[in-house]
């Protein structure tokens, strides 16, 4: 009976998720392969205190249906919070509550896009957008990234070339996967291009208070002046991810219309969550809480550049972020990233980490791949990194092992 399914039932986006969760490890397996915060870090009594006085303040009123944008408290509260720490100014009215940043990126796919819609796309970016995405069938155009961030200059040339891509989706805040940045020069000129060719962009930035050395960047939205900016952020990186709540700021026609979206497809968002985290942002300094992560992540990210740094061969590069949660490295040209982790670095080193080629709109990349830091203790980090260039060195000094069907070109040049 599969010949009755919908066509976007058979895009095959799964396959782009699976790779998330990398393969079987044994008992002595270390995790590159997630992007998880520390669950040692989760506010959980908190957060149960909350739960709890939510409960007895509302009582069965809570368990109630509700409105499908969201508490105004919770909103309110957030509208604040942009303008304090990302220069955003927004009010509740264009502020609607999604289940995880992942429904917000469906919502706007599902609002924007048509089959064959032209949507530029970070190269690489994030995988979960680009599941997204494909249910909807757009034509991608990838836009490389330099070190501070997507290429300008080459999205001026394909603007040029085609005037009527509708979208434009970044994470310019500690990229995932790449944990470049976008510099502050590049966010102003891209909403004037926004201007200029008529698109929207897609700011999506889960981990833009994840800074470990300075503070975060203006958001991209906070220079919108025309409704272009679309923005994206969620709570499961700086509280709890199992608490699935994300939250979109767009202009009121924009938001009016994620919410009849979102109302046809859940109706609204579990209002004892919402309830919880708007008691736990009332009683607590979410601030504060932020803050107390940043050291452990730091450490870990640190242990993992230094350790790439020692131990990887030159012929291996790979970034240096400053926040969020990912490295990302670059094989020597041509080496098959996917086929080397099943084959050798599972087997041998009992080592994840993702494939690059699923970051990829045409899948098209085949030498790199994601390292995270953030689920891991700085200990396991030296162990796996250790694990993992072992059995890395003797394959690159192979030229024929593991090679892609055809060289293919990383498209972050950042060297160490």
């Known amino acids: 009976m599969d010949n009755q399914f919908a066509q976007r039932a058979t895009i095959g986006s799964e396959g782009r998720l699976a790779q998330l969760f990398g393969g079987q490890l044994g008992n002595q397996g270390i995790k590159f392969s997630a992007g998880n915060p520390d669950p040692n870090s989760f506010p959980t009594d908190r957060m149960g205190t909350a739960i709890n006085s939510v409960l007895h303040q509302t009582g069965n009123q809570l368990f109630e249906y509700q409105t499908v944008v969201g508490p105004n408290s919770l909103r309110t509260q957030l509208a604040k919070r942009m303008e304090k720490t ?11 509550l999604t289940a995880g940043g992942q429904q917000a990126l469906d919502l706007v796919g599902k609002l924007l896009l048509n089959p064959g819609d032209e949507v530029a796309v970070e190269a690489p970016t994030y995988v979960g957008a680009l599941a997204a995405f494909d249910q909807y069938e757009p034509t991608y155009y990838d836009i490389e990234l330099a ?7 080459q999205l001026e040339r ?9 979208l434009l989706y970044t994470v310019p805040d500690f990229h ?22 008529d698109f929207y962009i897609l700011e999506d930035t889960p981990y833009r208070d994840l800074s470990y050395v ?21 709570f499961s990186k700086i509280l709890m991810p199992g608490l699935r709540l994300g939250w979109v700021t767009a202009s009121p026609t924009i938001v009016n219309k994620l919410r009849q979206l979102k109302e046809t497809n859940d109706l609204e968002s579990p209002a004892l969550m919402l309830a919880a985290v708007d008691e736990f942002m009332k009683t607590n300094d979410l601030d504060h809480h932020i803050a107390t992560l940043l050291p452990s992540y730091h450490q870990r990210l640190t242990t993992m550049i230094d350790a790439l740094d020692e131990m990887m061969p030159k012929s291996v590069h790979f970034t240096r ?5 990912f490295i990302w490295v670059t094989l020597p040209t041509g080496f098959n990233a996917a086929d080397i982790l099943d084959q050798v670095v599972i087997p041998q080193a009992q080592v994840s980490y993702v494939p690059g080629r699923v970051f990829y709109a045409h899948q098209n990349v085949t030498n790199t791949f994601r390292l995270n830091f953030s689920g891991v203790e700085p200990t396991e980090i030296i162990t796996g990194v250790t694990r993992l260039t072992n059995v890395l060195i003797p394959l690159l000094s192979q030229p024929t092992t593991f090679k892609a069907a055809a060289p293919v070109k990383s498209t972050v040049q950042n060297h160490h």
């Open 86 to 96: 990302a220069d955003i100014a927004t009010s509740a009215d264009q502020i609607l």
């Open 158 to 166: 394909t603007l040029r070339q085609h005037p009527h891509i509708k």
């Open 214 to 234: 300075g503070s975060p960047l203006p958001a991209i939205k906070s220079f919108d002046r025309a409704g272009r900016v679309i923005f994206i952020s969620s």
């Open 176 to 197: 995932n996967p790449t944990g470049i940045t976008m510099s502050i020069d590049k966010r102003q000129r891209l909403v004037q291009l926004a201007d200029q060719y």
């Open 321 to 325: 972020p400053t926040g969020g949660f």
């Open 147 to 153: 070190d501070d961030g997507l290429d300008i200059d």
